[in-house]
């Protein structure tokens, strides 16, 4: 490593470093902001704490998801294999049964949120 390529990890690094210091000094601009505009520590920690709601639905919607792409990809592979079809086959089945899965995932989720 003589010539340029030195320069990679070099730069990585120096990019790296420079989004860390850019995130800190943003950061502490945000919190001394607040504090000259007269809000109270408990405010200050309101802010920044994150609640975090789940959602029981988010299993669901990735389960139809994925079950539905594996199936689209199986369909499109044995469509390949005995049909000799293109390979774009495979790619359009697997849009179209994730668009069904979300689909499905969005009407089942319609209707337990009306019924709540």
């Not at 920044?48 to 789940?54: K, P, V």
């Amino acid at each position: 490593m003589n010539g340029p390529e030195v320069l990679i990890p070099l730069v990585f690094l120096v990019g790296v470093a420079s989004v860390f210091i850019a995130h800190i000094t943003s950061r502490h601009r945000e919190r001394m902001t607040m504090i000259e505009k007269g809000l109270s520590s408990d405010e200050i920690k309101a802010l920044f704490t994150r609640e975090i709601r789940r959602d029981p639905f988010t299993a669901l919607k990735w389960g139809l998801l994925f079950v539905f792409v594996g199936l689209a990809a199986m369909i499109g592979n044995y469509l390949h294999e005995a049909y000799n079809m293109r390979d774009g086959v495979i790619i359009g089945l697997v849009c179209l049964f994730a668009g069904i899965a979300l689909l499905i995932y969005y009407g089942i989720a319609s209707k337990r949120n009306v019924n709540m």
